[in-house]
């Protein structure tokens, strides 16, 4: 690896369909919980689509000051209370760091749209010059970063890729190589989303890209053959990485060490993969590369998944590309199957599965799957999480524009 520097997560925190922190999420991907339900955010009744994963009983004022809340659209606040639980986590303090060295990658896929909905509603009704003038600032992409570096006061590079669904993991992939490449110590990252909403839903309805039956256990089930469109799920995912002397000389806890990242573009259409998944199997490949890892080091993928005809089979596909015979013998699943499909937040939430599947040596399942498809063959790990070595894991996010991003981490021997 040259004089690059190593990288580990010291610190994690989420909000999602599952749990609004690490703790209850990751107790209720061994359960084995699906997290999708009637939509209650609106009023669904004469919608073509009823279902979708949200975050459950949401009160942002348990974290977050009242007079804060108000002027953060959705998304961002999922992203400040996970960006707290992962900071507070890491054990970092920020008065001996040096904040000109930490920065802050989180992705979104559409930023505050509900707050778009609601303004371009008023504006209609009321006139443009009224619309709320905290609109701007809430309704962009990048606040969310935004207000975790105002929050923590880390003056270091603050950004957001938006690159749709793997946006999250582009986020995690390129704080990885910032402080892999001598440009920071500590990085917060992930990714946050809030698109249940009319308009959001209604885009991907018209585009036959969501699931449109009413039974939640038969909504969301990659690799399986009912598979008939995604769930839209909510929720927010971030990390901490930071470099490895840094953690060590604190004695920080680690989750797992970051040892690759690959991105690609499959440069082939707005929405649909490339055939047999090759965009993807390229970055999944340059992952391996990048992290000097083989193939058969790898115990388990936490794939894409999301529960659409073209992904399951086209990822699968990709896996075998990459993998050969491995490819069987690895585990492969899916906890969209849980979560529904986060967007932008996805790779990010993802990324915390992926990391405690390392550290914990914990596989979760693919839930609801019950009729094999001979295009999705792999290990899918049905319905049963186990409990099984992984020495390494991958964890792919695959987004519309052709966006591919996996990211590869390893168990830490410290």
């Known amino acids: 690896m040259g004089n690059k520097r190593r990288v580990v997560i010291t610190g994690m ?59 953060m659209a959705r998304y961002a606040q999922f992203a400040m209370v996970a960006a707290r639980e992962a900071f507070a986590d890491s054990g970092l303090e920020k008065e001996k760091l ?19 909905e609601a303004e371009q509603t008023r ?52 704080a990885f190589r910032h402080i892999r490449d001598g440009y920071a110590t500590v990085m917060v990252c992930g990714g946050a989303e809030a698109a249940v909403t009319p308009l959001s839903i209604g885009g991907f309805t018209t585009m036959r890209a969501l699931h449109t039956g009413e039974d939640k256990n038969a909504a969301s089930v990659p690799f399986d053959a009912r598979r008939s469109g995604f769930v839209m799920g ?20 680690i989750y797992a060490e970051m040892v690759g990242y690959g991105v690609t573009c499959d440069a082939y259409h707005m929405t649909a993969p490339a055939p047999n998944g090759e965009g993807g199997a390229r ?71 992926t990391a405690l599947a390392v550290k914990e040596d914990y596989i979760p399942a693919t839930i609801n799957y019950q009729e094999p498809d ?23 996010s695959l987004g519309f524009g052709g966006h591919n991003a996996c990211v590869l981490m390893k168990k830490w021997e410290g």
């Open 13 to 71: 925190g989420t909000v999602n369909p599952l749990g609004h922190n690490v703790a209850e999420s990751w107790q209720a991907v061994q359960e084995g919980v699906c997290g999708i339900d009637t939509i209650t955010l609106y009023d669904p009744t004469d919608r073509k689509v009823k279902l979708a994963a949200e975050v459950k009983n949401w009160d942002p004022t348990t974290v977050l000051d009242k007079r804060e809340v108000k002027h």
């Open 98 to 116: 040096d904040l000109t060295q930490c920065g802050v990658i989180v992705s979104s896929g559409v930023g505050g749209i509900g707050t778009t």
């Open 123 to 174: 504006g209609l009704e009321k006139g443009f010059d009224r619309v709320n003038p905290y609109y701007i600032p809430e309704a962009i992409a990048n606040m969310g970063a935004g207000l975790i570096a105002i929050d923590l006061g880390f003056r270091g590079m603050c950004t957001c890729p938006v690159t749709a669904c793997a946006g999250g993991s582009n986020a995690v992939g390129d």
């Open 234 to 253: 909510e929720g927010a995912g971030i990390l901490v990485l930071e470099e490895l002397e840094h953690a060590l000389a604190r004695g920080a806890k």
């Open 283 to 353: 970055a999944m490949a340059q992952a391996l590369a990048d992290g000097d890892m083989k193939p058969e080091d790898v115990d388990y993928i936490n794939a894409h998944g999301t529960s659409t005809p073209l992904n399951d089979s086209g990822e699968t596909a990709a896996i075998k590309t990459v993998f050969g015979d491995h490819a069987y013998k690895l585990a492969v699943s899916s906890t969209k199957s849980m979560t529904g499909h986060m967007l932008g937040a996805a790779g990010g939430v993802e990324a915390i599965f």
């Open 374 to 396: 001979p295009a999705c063959d792999l290990d899918i790990v049905p319905n049963q999480g186990r409990h099984a070595t992984v020495r390494c894991a991958l964890s792919n």
